[in-house]
Every structure is written in structure tokens, then in C-alpha cells.
């Protein structure tokens, strides 16, 4: 039991928008509690509400429906003690770093030289000390940004709000950023009580939050509520860290069947071994855009091989690779975009690797093959052996397409590498 006293409890809170015929409801009957020393992420894709809901959270915006209490009371307006970072801050561009932090505290109705102690000290907490009088466009994207969460932190919000904070950095940036962040939070540098972050960063919402709540959409709704009973600081690469963010996919992937019916067994184990279908990275991609772009991605499978102009064979292999990755879901001859799906075909080149890694990690196929790789002391196998061992499931023809299939995908993911030379496989480092 979480003794912690409440800070944010929302109950059954929806919001409609438009009007007439063009009225919907972007969020439904969202119920959320959260307590002081919670730091909590919101992951969904897009347009499931998450930026509504951090307005309504903030009292930026009035709810269509249902309550909202702060430390138990109703709070109408704008809530005082809660702050939303945004993705880019804007920052005044003719005011310095220090004087764009300063000016938080002009609401507040402070005396101008605690203002200006404050804001220092704000800055100096994010380590952007000897930057107070430059101005913005002197400044880096990151350290744009940490002059945005000072400017947020100086008013020492009790609830901080984060709306994927870190997206328009660069990967460097944004990596050392989240460090300080943690590191602010976890060390109790800040009089914050609490943390609401929405992300689209499956792993960066694993490495911060301790708490991950799942949206979906159409209407946008919370689905899980998972808890992340990891210590900081947290390895990425330790197995317990990628359990949660297998268990994050597996929610966001919207699986249907069990995992051994879908997934099928490795070679060599009872069962059925499935066969990878034959489809190039490239069109999957292109399939799961053309999904993210039509109403509630969703389609017609039959209507699909026309609007693609693509031979009914070839469609149904792109259609069963999407589901067996958790990239959509199969009902009454329709295809939809799961979550994850979407989170794919908007993703960058490089995240859409890991997306992908993480997913085909988990074949049965691949696990055996991995599994084979890392048993070798030079970590490579020759083509010849895993062939041999694939022909014990399937025709010598089949098995030679299983063979490039493996090392199409795996390389793409960047996991397997092949040499034409000595014709062998390698584990990537
Ligand atoms: P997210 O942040 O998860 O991408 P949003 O909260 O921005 O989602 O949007 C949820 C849905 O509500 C989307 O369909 C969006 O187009 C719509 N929406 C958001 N804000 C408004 C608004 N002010 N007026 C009308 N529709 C809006
Ligand atoms: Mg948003």
C-alpha cells in the first residue's frame, strides 16, 4: 500500500470537441490517481489525448465531464502549483536566459531582486551557470531547453508536468538532459512532489518513470497502468529493464492470441516452427504509413491489394508480418494499426530500428538463432551449419529463404551481420 497523501485524483474526466455533426470525444472517462513521490509517464499514440489531458490536469482547460481534485479540492482555473514543460519552450527572444526565467516569478508578485536570486539559482540547479546573460539564439537546442525547465522549475511547482520534453532534441542532448532531470528528482534537489511525463519513447518512459499508463484512441482512453519496480539509476541493458519494456510493447501492441499459438516454437522444439514470410523491411514500412493515414487505421484487406497495387499474395505477407510484430491487428477482413503500429510508422529511421529489434527478438526463430550465435567463442556461425539445422524443419528451397529473411531482418535491426567472404553469420557487438 502506497501511504503517500494524494495529489491528483480525475474522475471519469472527458472532453468533447467540435460541434454539431463534427462533435467527438478525444478523451473518455479517464480515472487517475496520483500520490506525492510519484513520477508518472503517459504513452499512447498520437492524437489519444495526452496534451488534452496535461491541459486539463493544469486547468489550462475546463473538462467536459467529470471531477478533478487537487489535494482534494476542486481547483478551477489555471492550478497554481502544477507547471507544463513543453516540447520546444518558447523562450522571449529579447529577454536574456536569466530575465526569461525572472519573469515566471512576475506573477507571482515577487520583489525584483529575490526574482533575480531565485532565477539564478534555478539556473544554476539545470547547469546553465554563466549563461544568465545570453540570449537565446546564443544558446544550443539543449540548453534551450534547460533554460525551459528552469523557467518551469523556479516556481517550484508541486506537480510538474512534461510534454515529451525531450523529442526535439538531438540524441546527445536529449540523454543528458533526462540524466539531470533524474538526477534533480531522485536526489530531492527540487520542492517538486510529483511527475507527469507524456512520451513516445517507449524505453525513456521505462528509464524514468516509475509508473506507465497506456492510451489509446478512438476514443482516447488508458488501457494499462503498469508499475516499473526498478531502482535508479537504470541499466538499459539489464534483463529486468527489458522485461517491463517487453511488457510495455506487448500492451501497446494490442496482442490478441497467446504468445506460444502466435509465435509458433524454435527449430528443433516440439511444436511448429513458424515460417518467417518472405516480405522486404521497406514495404512494411510503407504499408503501416499508408495505415497511419487513413481514418482510425484502418483498412479493407481485399481493397488493399487494388488501392497498393500490389498482387494478393504479396499483400497477405505484409499483412501477416505486421500482425506477427504486433504492428496490427486481424478482425473481419480488416486490417488496423495497433499502437504501436502507429508509433512505428512515425518514428525516425534509428527508433524504428530498436522498435523493430525489440519485436523480432522475441521470434522464436530468432531467440534460437541468437541463442546459437552466442554459444559460438567468435560469436559467428557458418551459413552452412544454421542452414543444415533449418532444413530439419523445411525444404532445402524454404530453408534457404528462412536464411535471408533472418539476415535481411536481423541486419536491418542491427543485430546479425553477414560476411560474403567466409559465408558467415555474426552477432552485431
Ligand atoms: P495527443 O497529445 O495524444 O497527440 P491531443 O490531446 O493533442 O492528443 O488531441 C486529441 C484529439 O483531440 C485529436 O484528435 C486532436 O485533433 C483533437 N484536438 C486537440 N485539441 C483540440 C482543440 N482545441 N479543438 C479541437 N480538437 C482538438
Ligand atoms: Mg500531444
Known sequence: MNEQPI??????????????????????????????????????????????LLRIITGLQPATAGTLLYRGRPSPGVNPHATIVFQTFALFPWLTVLENVA???KVKGLPSDLRTTRAIDALDRVGLDGFENAYPRELSGGMRQKAGFARAMVTEPELLCLDEPF???????????????????????IPTKAILMVSHN???????????????????????????PLP??????????????????ATLAGQTRPEHEELGTAPGEPGMTRRLPHVAISDLAALLEYLDELPRNQADIYRLADELNLDSDHLLSLVETAELLGFATIA??????????????????????EIFATRIRRLPIFKWLLAMLRATERKQLDWGVVQTALELEFSPQEAARQMDILVDWGRYAEILAYNDDDEALYLEP
Open 7 to 52: 495529489l491528483l485524483e480525475l474522475n471519469e474526466i472527458s472532453q468533447q470537441y467540435g460541434s454539431g455533426e463534427r462533435r467527438f470525444t478525444a478523451v473518455e472517462k479517464i480515472n487517475l490517481t496520483m500520490r506525492e513521490g510519484e513520477f508518472v509517464a503517459l504513452l499512447g499514440p498520437s492524437g489519444c489525448g495526452k496534451s488534452t
Open 103 to 105: 519573469v515566471a516569478l
Open 167 to 189: 523529442s526535439a532534441l538531438d540524441v546527445l542532448s536529449a540523454e543528458a538532459l533526462r540524466g539531470e532531470l533524474l538526477e534533480l528528482w531522485t536526489g530531492g534537489q
Open 202 to 228: 517507449i524505453e525513456e518512459a521505462v528509464f524514468m518513470a516509475d509508473r506507465i499508463i497506456v492510451m489509446d484512441k478512438n476514443p482516447g482512453r488508458m488501457v494499462a497502468d503498469l508499475s516499473v
Open 232 to 249: 535508479h539509476p537504470r541499466q538499459r541493458k539489464s534483463a529486468e529493464f527489458q522485461a517491463v519494456v517487453d511488457q510495455v510493447y
Open 332 to 353: 473481419k477482413g480488416d486490417i488496423t494499426l495497433t499502437g504501436l503500429g502507429e508509433t512505428f510508422a512515425e518514428a525516425s529511421i534509428l527508433a524504428r530500428k
